[in-house]
C-alpha cells in the first residue's frame, strides 16, 4: 500500500523559511507529476507547486520567487523550500503524488495527512 508521510511543517516568524519533505513509500515503480497543496482554514485546498520527473516546475503566482519544490527521485522524496514566509502562506500543506505502480498500469493520485505551517505576524 502506498503512503505519503509529510514532515517539516510548524511556527515560523514572517520572513523565516521553512522546509517540508514527504516520504513516498510502498509499491511504487514511477511517480510523475509530484506536488504540494495546501489549505487554509474556511478556504478550498490550491496548488502551491507540482515537479515532474524530468525537473519541470510549476508554481502558484503567489509563492513564485519565495518556495521552490525538489524531488529526489532514487529516494522517492520531494520537497518545498519556504523563504519570506508571509502570515498569508499558513495553511495545512498537502503532499500530492501520481504513482504508478507498475511499468504498465495507470497512475493512481495519493494524498498525504498534511503538515501544519503557521507563520506569525
Known amino acids: 500500500q502506498v503512503q505519503l508521510v509529510e514532515s517539516g511543517g510548524g511556527l515560523v516568524q514572517a520572513g523565516g523559511s521553512l522546509r517540508l519533505s514527504c516520504a513516498a513509500s510502498g509499491i511504487i515503480f514511477s511517480i510523475n507529476p509530484r506536488g504540494w497543496y495546501r489549505q487554509a482554514p474556511g478556504k478550498q485546498r490550491d496548488l502551491v507547486a507540482t515537479?515532474?520527473?524530468?525537473?519541470?516546475?510549476n508554481y502558484a503566482d503567489s509563492v513564485k520567487g519565495r518556495f521552490t519544490i525538489s524531488r529526489d527521485n532514487a529516494k522517492n522524496m520531494v520537497y518545498l523550500e519556504m523563504n519570506s514566509l508571509k502570515p498569508e502562506d499558513t495553511a495545512v500543506y498537502y503532499c500530492?503524488?501520481?504513482?504508478?505502480?507498475?511499468?504498465?498500469?495507470?497512475?493512481?493520485?495519493?494524498w498525504g495527512k498534511g503538515t501544519l505551517v503557521t507563520v506569525s505576524s
Open positions: 515537479i515532474a520527473t524530468d525537473g519541470t516546475t
Open positions: 500530492n503524488a501520481h504513482i504508478y505502480s507498475t511499468r504498465f498500469s495507470s497512475s493512481r493520485e495519493y
